[in-house]
């Protein structure tokens, strides 16, 4: 885009303002909302069954499921530490889990060096080390 300025003059301006300002972050619809949340919440602190909270947010109880799993359980549901959370894993792009001098990407490295194919790296690794996401890969 061409501003007709030179650009010191624009520069300085983008200096002043602190830079030119990120796009504004937005949910799909299909995500949880906070208020989802908190319905979820407070399901849970009254007792209901996951069916039927979801049933209540209108969401699969799977959903519902997944999200109470990944932020504590049952026990240790709360719904504004859930939504910040979901807020810091879709942030893009992700840290790379091979990156070099990592453990992981060591030991990927050795296998692909002893003539090993990529699926049966990911399928060794969920075998060696079934209790640590952080130690499984995708082949694709």
């Given amino acids: 885009m061409t501003l007709d300025r030179h650009a010191g003059s624009i520069f300085g301006v983008l200096k002043l303002k602190g830079g030119i300002s990120p796009v504004q972050r937005k949910r799909r619809l299909s995500f949880l909302s906070l208020e989802e ?4 919440s407070r399901g849970l602190a009254s007792g209901l069954s996951i069916r039927a909270i979801a049933r209540n947010v209108e969401k699969a109880a799977s959903t519902v499921s997944r999200e109470i799993k990944r932020n504590g359980g049952i026990a240790k549901y709360r719904a504004v530490t859930a939504d ?3 807020l810091e ?3 893009r792009p992700k840290q790379c889990k091979l ?4 453990p992981l990407s060591d030991l990927v490295e050795s296998k692909l060096l ?11 690794l969920k075998i ?13």
């Avoid at 990156?99 to 990592?102: F, R, V």
């Fill in 37 to 40: 949340r908190e319905d979820i």
């Fill in 84 to 86: 910040k959370n979901a």
């Fill in 89 to 91: 894993r879709a942030l």
């Fill in 99 to 102: 990156q070099k001098g990592n």
């Fill in 114 to 124: 002893d003539d090993w194919s990529p699926e049966q790296i990911s399928g060794w």
């Fill in 128 to 140: 060696k080390h079934p209790a640590s996401s952080e130690m499984h890969i995708s082949h694709v």
